[in-house]
């Protein structure tokens, strides 16, 4: 009830109806979580803080417990600025823990703000919390993803120095998945093999971004190498040599793994569809004369037959107009909107086309996704029918 009064947005009934709850001694951490969230989206700083003294009233104690745990709901929502308000606003009744910073330079870095972060760890080191690993993480990946690279490297380095028995897997997978995004290939190779030296295994997650750094700067040989010693390869691994592969242009090798990848049992995901039909088309799509291998032509009529008219619209503007600005082709939204028994027909009536001129890359991915679709919808189906037989009853 809760929950669904809150969705409403009408908050002068769902502060009554908090009280109500708080009266009737029926609150739990979810309940703090609804409210608290409910309120901080719509802005009622004031009614935030009062929310806590208002539970304290009712005999609900104030406990750290509960402020974290709804601290961290705010975070990963991106509602940092919030959760920060609540807690500056209850610390003379409410002391913070290591837990509470902790979530705020989370939130902080994932929003792109570092300098409300910084201050978070500074504030964090005066009440005499000594940072955890997991903000050393975050606070890297922040720097990394705001393009403060040389910033981030600085703060590795000053880890190595302090804190050397605290590094472990997560800090050395940060820095080694960005310096090979950043074509720093042997940078990441020395900080790999002191990591190694240290005697920390790395996982397939690091294995797999040491892969695409040393594809996309053209050591295939070498990513292959460490394909083959790999035990289990699973996701990562695979992602990190297709979009390698991709990235120098060779999408019918990318394709060949693609098949190898399901040979040995490793699902492909909707990012892994999606990373080969860029790599085959294009991101805005094949443009051509033969109406067979025009993308652009198989995704409008599909758009039409999906009743999305107006997107259709956009690209046939875009094949008339070259000169006019329209939305670039999504091969997202096009293969979640047939993602179903009826897409399944669709994408194996096109994979047929793509095989009559030659184009059997581009006809194996649409036909083994139509395949995928079509075993999620009989799942899907099985699961519903014994519903509707036991409401028939």
Known sequence: MLDVVGKSRNIELFWDLCQEIGKLHLLNIKAYIIALRTLAAAREFKKCIEFFHLMNGFGYEYRVEVLNKVVEFLCKNMLVVEAKH?????????????????????????????????????????????????????????????????????????????????????????VINWLCKKGKIGEAHKVFDKMQMRGIKADNETLGSLIYGLVSKGRVREAYNIVERIEKPDMNVYHGMIKGLLRLKRPSEATQLFREMIKQGCEPTMHTYIMLLQGHLGRRGRKGEDPLVNFETIFVGGLVKAGKSLEATKYVERMMSRGLKVPRFDYNRFLHYFSNEEGT???????????????????????RYGEKMATRERRRNRTLEPEEQFVQT
Do not use: H
């Open 86 to 174: 609540i807690v500056m606003k209850l610390k003379d009744c409410l002391k913070s823990d290591g837990e509470t910073y902790r979530w705020l330079i989370n939130g902080f870095c994932d929003v792109g703000d570092l300098i409300e972060a910084s201050k978070v760890w500074n504030l964090m080191v005066d009440e005499g919390f000594e940072p955890g690993i997991n903000a050393f993480d975050a606070m890297l990946e922040g720097l990394f993803k705001n393009n403060r690279f040389d910033e981030g490297l600085k703060l590795f380095q000053s880890m190595r120095v302090k804190r050397m028995e605290d590094l472990w897997l997560s800090t050395y997978q940060v």
């Open 345 to 367: 027909i669709m994408f194996e009536v096109m994979a047929e086309k793509l095989r009559e001129v030659g184009l059997f890359d581009l006809a194996n991915i649409f036909s």
